[in-house]
Nanobody, 117 residues
């Protein structure tokens, strides 16, 4: 079970850090991803991090502004968001999958991020 938190209201140019905590001592996904969905838009990929080696991948729209990290001991993944723009306003979700070739099948409940101009 994934629990996302840390959303809120921030001004453009500000920063926010989201957390995604996983329950279960045997939690060992292939990777964990962050996604977001803005009103009236489809859910889009933000970035991901592998559970081993912390290899990251980001969408072009957030590259250089967002950073994903993880703490395996806490079973927690973080999304550090800097230089936020109004276009970053969305509900942010974390997700996990067992293998690179499988779909993300564990999802958090989502946390709202609102960036004011």
């Amino acid at each position: 079970q994934l629990q996302a938190s840390g959303g809120g209201l921030v001004q453009a140019g500000g920063s926010l850090t989201l957390s995604c905590a996983a329950s279960g001592r045997t939690f060992r996904p292939y990777d964990m991803g962050w996604f977001r969905q803005a009103p009236g838009k489809e859910r889009e990929f933000v970035g991901r991090i592998t559970w081993s080696y912390s290899i990251t991948l980001y969408a072009d729209s957030v590259k250089g502004r967002f950073t994903i990290s993880r703490d395996n001991a806490l079973n927690t993944v973080y999304l550090q968001m800097n230089s936020l723009k109004p276009d970053d306003t969305a509900v942010y979700y974390c997700a996990a999958r067992a293998r690179l070739t499988s779909a993300y099948d564990q999802w958090g409940q989502g946390t709202q991020v609102t960036v004011s101009s």
